[in-house]
């Protein structure tokens, strides 16, 4: 019997596995697929996150603040590529303006003191492809490679006796006297005295096959796919550019990858079952939220992406859900955490999340 099991390799997996290892248990992260973070880990804006929009009681806001901080300097200990950007939250009209005052009150009040309101001109000298009314400067808000980020997480797990196995999908968990019994697809059984449920979008299936785990403490799950657009040629921009957040995301944005590209996404479209499909009717939609603040737009230049799927713990109605790290206390299993809907800011989060898993592990 190990010490551990992490179940899914993506970016929380990994951060999770290599915090435990770290710890000194001896630690297998497995994973479905034949790659590390094939899903809601690389089909993201790779945005690193300041912690301006969350409620400063949430799980979101103290994690990504801490998990900034964190994040930044593991980049600088690796060599993993990354840059500080720079973000503008624009508000597009007057009418808007109260947002951002909204932004202003809420980031500081989750310790985020390095945002400065600029007006339409000073945006300009900034940006000059973007039209506004105002904006808000996020100088900490920066963008990452999340796959170097992740094969160093994988590194430093191994480095310290982990391991990861592909291809290994656990289909049941048996859980006897502080000993669980992984079933995988096959013949094949793995025991553990800890079982931390990282399997993002498949969190939910996991957990229903867990025999001791009382199903009411299992939320529901809601898929939000986003689609992403490249934009062809050389980028306008030199920093990440939002508009005011919508009710459930944070509306078609532009981010930059580090060579300088720009793309421009996610939209939000409700679904039910994992599909990574991409719909090129989107086009105009996009277009019209993206002239918002970059009237200039040539759609002719937005060329098709790639989608991304968010596991949400609230609907398209209901308010927006916080992170779920699920122990003991809450369903009374000994040894187990179960992680649900861990969506954005999970990546920029995602080194404090590993340390809040650890903590509630060791305490067991």
């Not at 060599?79 to 009418?95: E, F, N, P, Q, W």
């Not at 809420?106 to 506004?132: F, I, K």
Request: glycine share 10%.
């Amino acid at each position: 019997m190990i010490d551990c099991v992490v179940v899914g390799a993506g970016v929380i997996g990994l951060a999770v596995g290599r915090a435990l290892a770290i710890n000194g248990l001896e630690v297998i992260v497995i994973e479905a697929a034949g790659a590390i973070g094939t899903e809601t880990s690389s089909r993201n804006s790779e945005v690193i996150h300041a912690g301006i929009y969350y409620p400063g009681s949430t799980l979101k806001a103290q994690l990504c603040v801490t998990g900034q901080r964190q994040l930044y300097r593991y980049c600088e200990e690796k060599g993993i590529g990354h840059a500080r950007t720079g973000k503008l939250i624009v508000a597009s009209c007057d009418a808007e303006l109260a947002v951002l005052d909204g932004y202003l009150t809420q980031a500081r009040a989750n310790g985020v003191t390095d945002l400065t309101r600029l007006s339409s001109a000073e945006v300009s000298e900034l940006e000059p492809a973007v039209h506004c009314a105002q904006a808000l400067y996020s100088p900490s808000t920066g963008i990452i490679d999340s796959r170097a980020y992740m094969l160093a997480l994988q590194g430093d797990l191994e480095a310290r006796g982990g391991m990861v196995a592909l291809n290994t999908r656990a289909s049941r968990v048996v859980g006897r006297k502080q000993r669980f019994t992984i079933q995988m697809e096959g013949a094949t059984t793995i025991q553990c005295a800890r079982l931390v449920n990282a399997a993002g979008l498949h969190a939910q299936a996991l957990a229903r096959n867990i025999d001791e785990l009382p199903p009411a403490t299992i939320p529901p799950l809601h898929l939000a796919r986003g689609h992403y657009y490249q934009l062809a040629g050389k980028s306008p921009f030199s920093h990440l550019v939002y508009p005011v957040a919508g009710v459930a995301d944070l509306g078609i944005h532009v981010t930059l990858d580090l060579g300088g590209a720009a793309r421009f996404g996610p939209d939000l479209e409700w679904i039910g079952s994992v599909d990574y499909s991409f719909d090129p009717d989107r086009r105009a939609a996009f277009a019209a939220a993206i002239r918002r603040y970059y009237p200039d737009l040539d759609a002719a230049r937005l060329q098709p992406g790639y989608t991304g799927i968010r596991p949400k713990l609230a609907g398209a109605t209901e308010p927006a859900a916080d992170f779920v790290v699920q122990g003991e206390d809450t369903h009374g299993v000994p040894g187990l955490v179960n992680l649900y809907g861990i969506d954005s800011p999970g990546l920029t989060a995602s080194l404090a999340i590993a340390e809040v898993v650890a903590s509630r592990l060791n305490r067991g």
